[in-house]
């Protein structure tokens, strides 16, 4: 990973430090007395993709892996935690940075065990001047716009001998100079669709990945095909598509074939999908795809607005996964977490390059469907047993619900508890909320980074409902209450 004047004004806490020398610890028993660890528990193909890509030994990509989930767990917990003046998070070797704008969120940030960063611009004020910027140049010499979360400022990507154009349209919207970089690219982005045919589904002469599997389907790129497009091998039809401006597209598949939660490693075997958490900056993610199979690299930024010449499309993943025609489509894996459709980019998988990737969780919810997990169909969890009352459900990311309703239950005076059971892999959480007049408010919460919560809170008796949120990744859960 590059490195930037940040690491100069970084404060490395003690607890930062335990944080690195725990996971090292943690990690470590994979190499001792073993030139081959085990890799079964981490997908071999995936480990071995890793080796090839990001030149580390069998040892050092199992370690990644465990580091990059244990930070990954770290930085969710630190973001929920934070009140506001979020500037973005990144992953450095074993270590996780954490920009904020305040000197409280920075003490937050160091009592959860990360670095901590001060910076002048939030993550949201950053995304808002990306957009700015973009919206002033020139649409045909922009190849990309996107939040640089380590630099604390604004990249804009151009065509070659348009940098002067584009900085002068950009300086005209009266953004100061330090706050947008614009950088010349060898090569405009491009969708990876082509005509010629292989494996993965057909579109008429066309070919596209399948991106990941979910209920009645599968979620692929948008610019594959149109609304009501069909596809051969699995034979399908696109419900719901959309680009540019987005990327996403769901096909609904016939009763003959069977949407499998894995994704294939294109070393004789498949992945398991856990669930679609995301990851952060710096984290590494693998891609399959039916033109390249299976390459690796890290996350560079999110957000990113991409120009390809169909017309722009916001959102993106950027990485440094290498891509080409007929990868489109594809998925994208941090571990075995789904992240992301693979769209566009530029380069190819001999010299590198950066492609773009649609989240996966905002293509769930247009289409309203489900992620499938663990190699197979969407089974909903056991429940919470010894609960009065079970409630179910399911989720797309960042949405919630009410139980047993949204106007509630009447509860006596005493303890109401309450418990969570969702799907592996997702942050979903729990909240008791107690109605006073016509206002309900939080009075009780249970939200860690883990699929499952509980709750027990002793309070008055009133009319109280339940609110279960995803706070990130999608599917089933269950859950119950037991009121005095």
Known sequence: MRRTSFRAITVATAAATLLAASITAATAGTAAGSDKPEVAGYAPGMVAAMERDLGLTTAQAVDRIKIDKALSDKHHAIIKSLDKGYAGAWVDGSELFVAVTD????????????????????????????????????????????????????????????????????????????????????????????VIGGNAYYIGGGRCSVGFSVTGGFVTAGHCGSRGATTTQPSGTFQVSSFPGNDYAYVNVGSDDTPIGAVNNYSGGTVNVAGSSQAAVGASVCRSGSTTGWHCGTIQAFNATVNYAEGSVSGLIRTNVCAEPGDSGGSLLAGTQAQGMTSGGNGNCSSGGTTYFQPVNEALSAASVTLLTGGGGTTPPPGCAGQETAFSGSLSSGASTYKPSSSGFSSSAGTITGCLDGPSGVDFDLYLQKLSGSTWSNVAQGITSAPDESVSYSGTAGTYRWRVLSYSGSGSYTGGYSTP
């Open 103 to 194: 000197k409280a969120g920075a003490a937050e940030v160091r009592a959860a065990g990360a670095n901590a960063v001060t910076v002048d611009k939030s993550l949201s004020q950053l995304e808002r001047l990306a957009t700015k910027a973009y919206q002033a140049a020139p649409d045909a010499k922009v190849a990309a716009a996107y939040v640089d979360v380590e630099s604390n400022s604004v990249v804009m990507e151009v065509a070659k001998g348009s940098k002067g154009a584009v900085a002068a349209a950009v300086a005209r919207t009266g953004l100061s100079a330090g706050s947008v970089s614009v950088v010349e690219v060898a090569a405009m982005p491009r969708t990876l669709i082509n």
